[in-house]
């Protein structure tokens, strides 16, 4: 399970918002680390929000610990990455092997384009279809709870 803190900034019965202040990394980053934070601070260094579960039925102003299943996130990338990038690939093979030698580079990019379109109408699909709780991270529990400061 991964695991970061972050601060409940709105909540109400549909949904809550949590303020994540870190940069990225491990905590490491500000230590010793190798340094994947102070790169992910050039690229992101306002503080992110992201609507999570609140099952704990944390306030506002809480310092909380927000969780996501591991598989999760594996699962999304395949699915936002790799299935357009394979359809793309499928739509250009199917592509040179049916068009001939002529004008075969226009036939390939126009097939390489419908492949890329079809696989992220698919993927759009799958995710609106398949969102379930595993996929939304959650609050477990408050800061203090778990590591006592």
């Known amino acids: 399970m991964l695991e970061t803190r972050a601060i409940v900034v709105h909540t109400d019965k549909l949904i809550t ?3 994540v202040n870190q940069g ?3 905590e490491q ?3 010793q680390g190798c340094g994947s934070g102070k790169l992910a601070q050039l690229f992101c260094s306002k503080p992110r929000q992201f609507e999570v579960t609140n099952p704990i039925d ?8 927000v969780s996501i299943a591991e598989g999760s996130v594996l699962r999304g990338i ?3 990455y790799l299935l357009p990038l394979s359809f793309l690939m ?3 093979m199917l592509t040179s092997l049916i ?3 002529e004008h075969q580079d226009i036939y390939i990019a126009i097939g390489a384009i419908a492949g890329l379109t079809f696989g992220l109408f698919l993927t759009k699909w799958i995710a609106v279809r398949c969102t379930g709780r595993q996929a939304r991270p959650y609050i477990t529990q408050l800061w203090h709870e778990k590591w006592g400061n």
């Open 24 to 26: 990225g990394g491990c």
């Open 17 to 19: 918002l949590v303020k």
């Open 29 to 31: 980053c500000n230590w």
């Open 90 to 92: 499928a739509g250009v």
């Open 78 to 80: 395949g699915l936002v």
């Open 99 to 101: 068009t001939s030698e």
């Open 58 to 65: 944390a306030k506002v102003g809480d310092d909380v610990v």
